[in-house]
């Protein structure tokens, strides 16, 4: 599968972003799908999680209540809405894709397909 972040940029905090991860190359809606960040200087974590059909979400600690991940299985895409954005949330996003319908787990290694990141960076 091909995934392709985007929707990343500047923002000020307490702004909002939505990012998208577009994919191709299988079937969408078969598979759990996730975002993960990496901010500079910092390990690569999870930030949210979606099954296969939507119905189960996972969230980071740390952005539970601010961000909302959904998916368009007509649209092949996946989404994080990033609300009440703050310096912290300031990392490069990545968008993945499992190999199972269900979230099987929130590591990096859960998570087999990879698209290439899309920068957000929030000011003060």
């Known amino acids: 599968v091909q995934l392709q972040a985007s929707g990343g940029g500047l923002v000020q905090s307490g702004g909002s972003l939505r990012l998208s991860c577009a994919a191709s190359g299988r079937t969408f809606s078969r598979y759990a799908m996730g975002w993960f960040r990496q901010a500079p200087g910092k390990e690569r974590e999870f930030v949210s999680a979606?099954?296969?059909?939507?119905?189960?979400?996972y969230y980071a600690d740390s952005v539970k209540a601010r961000f909302t991940i959904s998916r368009d299985s007509c649209k092949n895409t996946m989404y994080l809405q990033m609300n009440s954005l703050k310096r912290e949330d300031t990392a490069v996003y990545y968008c993945?894709?499992?190999?199972?319908?269900?979230?099987?787990?929130?590591?990096?290694?859960?998570?087999?397909?990879w698209g290439q990141g899309t920068l957000v960076t929030v000011s003060s």
């Open positions: 979606i099954s296969w059909r939507g119905g189960s979400t």
């Open positions: 993945a894709s499992a190999s199972t319908g269900l979230v099987a787990g929130t590591r990096e290694a859960d998570f087999g397909s």
